[in-house]
C-alpha cells in the first residue's frame, strides 16, 4: 500500500513538472522585434469643378513608394515617403500632369524638418477664372501634428507656382 501510495505521489510531481514545462513563455529581447516601416494608405480622388462655361477635372492619386528614401524619425522609426500625382484636364482634354514628391517644396522647408518629413496630403481649394485651379499641399512629421501647409495654383497654360501657406499655420 505504501508502494502504491509512493508511486501515485511520484506520477502527480512528474506531472505537475510536466505541466510547469508547457507554459513557460518566451520572452523576446527588443533587438529581436522586427521593426515595421509605417506609410500612409494609397489615396485616390477624381471630381470636377465648373468655371464659368468650363469643366475642370482633377484626379489625384497619393501613393506610399520605395523609390525614395526612407524617413527615420528622432526615435529610430522609419516611414515612407509618398508621391502625390495630379492630372488636370479642361472641356475633356488633358492640360496638366505631374507627379509630385517633398522635393518639390524643399527650398521652403527647413533642412532638419525635410529629413524628418513626408508629403503626405493635398485637397482642392478653389478654381477662379483666369487663375487657374487651387490645391492646399501640405508635408509633415509622420505620427506628430507638425504641419506645414502649401498652396499650389496651376494656371491656365499649365504652369504653377506654390507658396507656403502662413494663414493655414494660424491657430483659431
Known sequence: MKNLFLSLLCLLVVAG????????VKLTAP?????QVQQMPEFHRFDSVKVGSRLYTYD?????????????DEMGDEAKDNTIRLILTRDGHTYFGHTFTKQTFQSS??????????????????A?????LTFFFSVSEPGTDMTL????????????????????????
Open 60 to 72: 489625384i492619386l497619393r501613393q506610399p513608394t520605395d523609390s525614395l528614401p526612407l524617413v527615420k
Open 128 to 132: 477662379e477664372a483666369g487663375r487657374g
Open 109 to 126: 522647408i527647413e533642412e532638419d524638418f525635410y529629413a524628418r518629413s513626408i508629403l503626405d496630403g493635398i485637397r482642392f481649394v478653389e
Open 17 to 24: 513538472c510536466e505541466e510547469k514545462k508547457s507554459t513557460q
Open 31 to 35: 533587438d529581436e522585434v522586427e521593426s
Open 149 to 172: 501647409p502649401f498652396s499650389l495654383t496651376v494656371s491656365d497654360d499649365g504652369s504653377f507656382s506654390f507658396h507656403k501657406d502662413e494663414s493655414l499655420m494660424e491657430e483659431p
